[in-house]
């Protein structure tokens, strides 16, 4: 039953172009945020940081764009992250 009500609400979002273009200029969002944070790394870790203090590409970039992410799906659901009386 919650697989038909998936599909049945996919196939209305991208129904109509305002789904692809939502959804395009998302992707280039993020894809610009990941591509700042990876050029900050290298810039970072590039030889201030002691060996041991460096961290992990992943953890440096994908906590950015993870917390980008949660930032989005607050402002578009913020009722679904807290129970209304």
């Known amino acids: 039953m919650i ?3 998936a599909r049945k609400e996919l196939k209305s979002l991208f ?3 305002m789904g692809w273009i939502i959804l395009s200029i998302l992707m280039f969002g993020f894809g610009t945020l990941y591509l700042q944070g990876v ?3 290298f ?3 590039s030889g201030a940081v002691r060996p041991a203090e460096r961290v992990g590409v992943t953890i ?6 993870y917390s980008t992410a ?3 799906a607050f402002c578009h659901h ?3 992250y807290y129970e209304v009386d």
């Open 15 to 17: 129904a109509s172009p």
């Open 78 to 80: 913020p009722h679904a």
């Open 43 to 45: 810039e970072v870790m």
């Open 3 to 5: 697989i038909n009500v």
């Open 70 to 72: 949660l930032f989005f």
């Open 39 to 41: 050029n900050s790394y």
């Open 60 to 65: 440096y970039v994908g906590s950015q764009i």
